[in-house]
């Protein structure tokens, strides 16, 4: 009663104005007003202990923590949040900084206060915010959550997933814009969308090198590399480093598209028979131009045997220079449709077809002067139009020089979506502004 024992006075914080409203009985303004006063100031507590360093008094830490939790709490879940992020990458070594600072308040509203339903709003946006911020597996529990899936992937645990180096696998998920070039920190530490690139991680769980993709599409180290060249089979990462390039399911679907084209063909009597790189190398018609002519029909094609590979079809010599011949005369200053897709990298015929159907790629029809068969046409105007509108990756490298995997990581990075022609999906095609926009943010083009 004399006041020996007093502390010092201090000026109210907004927790302690908030604490005396709500004691009052004052209206609350803030998002806390359905909220238990005595869980919320706890969580103030505990919150703010981690916002601030330790002080000699523990009654004056006590104070200055509900004051800096009650100063973000009062803003709502979103920064709560916010804080959380900006503390997994301020923590030192393998364990991140919310690991450091809320261990110990994690423990308590997961173990010593779980069956307080009065914390269960608390809890619940901790536990959003983890699941997005740790790389949890499947079955694992937070504060009393079992996750069916798998939310989120470090380079670490994604890395032992694929039994990869994580030195290797880094710079595949970099390239392909799951994590940023800048982000430094351990790979226990480096996050990214799980679901969003389950389908990255599957296609490097299968790629394979140089020798054993020459040996499933069966081609020799002169063909593949030809047909690397002319954008027809193209590597998955465009990384010089890496070994694994390849999917083997982009030869399968090389050869089973030979194949169809070798099943329509009416071979006749034919006899100047040669594999493809042979008839480039003997006519200068090159490679890409010669799968255009496979796809619109113009040339026939025949299979030595039922297991060969790419080295064993073979086109007529004769066919490719006529149609050679025919070009000029057949289209005028147009283009096959087949071939002008080859040439801004559409080789499915599917999606060029959807672009003709929606409207977004306008086409003639006119009757091949030498083989009478119909055929679609792309005219000059319309080729401008379409470049005017579109860009995909094989048009970024051409107008801006960037690699594919480079630009696809860029778009990525901006959440550029590809385009969608009615209810047809016509691949990583996108609309030029959305694409250029981009590009100039990344220091790419011209302003």
Not at 47 to 55: C, M, S, T
Not at 87 to 114: N, P, T, W
Not at 318 to 340: C, Y
């Amino acid at each position: 009663m004399s006041g020996r024992i007093d502390g010092a006075s201090v000026e109210p914080s907004n927790f302690d104005l908030w604490l005396d409203g709500r004691l009052s009985g004052r209206p609350d303004q803030t998002w806390l007003a359905p909220h238990g006063i005595s869980a919320t100031a706890a969580f103030c507590r505990m919150f703010g202990a981690g916002l601030i360093p330790a002080e000699e008094s523990p009654v004056a830490h006590q104070h200055a923590a509900c004051a800096a939790g009650y100063d973000i709490i009062m803003q709502g879940p979103d920064a709560i949040k916010a804080r959380l992020i900006q503390l997994s990458f301020e923590g030192d070594g393998v364990a991140d900084g919310v690991r450091k600072v809320y261990h110990r308040m994690c423990a308590i509203l997961g173990q010593h206060l779980r069956q307080e339903t009065a914390f269960d709003v608390f809890r619940d946006i901790l536990r959003e915010a983890l699941l997005d911020l740790w790389p949890l597996d499947a079955a694992d529990s937070v504060f009393g959550h079992i996750l069916t899936e798998r939310r989120i992937h470090s380079v670490a645990t994604s890395a032992n997933e694929l039994s990869v180096n994580p030195d290797r696998l880094r710079p595949l998920l970099v390239e392909a814009g799951a994590i940023a070039s800048d982000d430094h920190r351990p790979y226990t530490r480096v996050t990214f969308d799980a679901r969003r690139f389950a389908p990255l991680l599957e296609t490097i769980s299968t790629l394979v090198p140089d020798g054993a993709m020459r040996k499933m599409l069966g081609a020799t180290e002169a063909e593949m590399m030809a047909l690397e060249h002319a954008d027809i089979l193209i590597p998955r990462t465009a990384l010089t480093t890496a070994r694994l390039r390849w999917s083997p399911k982009d030869a399968a679907a090389l050869v089973d598209e030979l194949k169809v084209y070798a099943s329509r063909s009416e071979l006749g009597d034919v006899q100047d028979w040669a594999t493809i790189q042979i008839a480039q190398a003997r006519t200068g018609v090159s490679i890409a131009r010669i799968f255009a002519g496979l796809s619109a029909g113009n040339l026939r094609l025949r299979q030595q045997s039922p297991g060969a590979g790419y080295h064993g079809f073979q086109v007529s010599i004769a066919d490719v220079l006529t149609m050679d011949e025919a070009s000029s005369a057949e289209t005028g200053r147009a283009v096959s449709l087949s071939e002008f897709g080859r040439g801004i990298g559409i080789r499915d015929a599917v999606q060029l077809l959807a672009l003709v159907e929606c409207g977004d790629l306008a086409v003639e029809d006119i009757v091949h002067p030498v083989t009478r068969r119909r055929m679609r046409t792309v005219p000059e105007s319309s080729m401008a139009a379409f470049r005017a509108r579109f860009l995909n990756l094989t048009m970024i490298a051409q107008e801006f020089g960037l690699q594919r995997n480079v630009s696809r990581s860029l778009l990525n990075a901006a959440d550029v979506q590809p385009y969608l022609a009615g209810k047809g999906n016509v691949g990583t095609l996108y609309l030029r502004i959305e694409a250029e926009r981009a590009l100039r943010a990344a220091g790419h083009g011209s302003g």
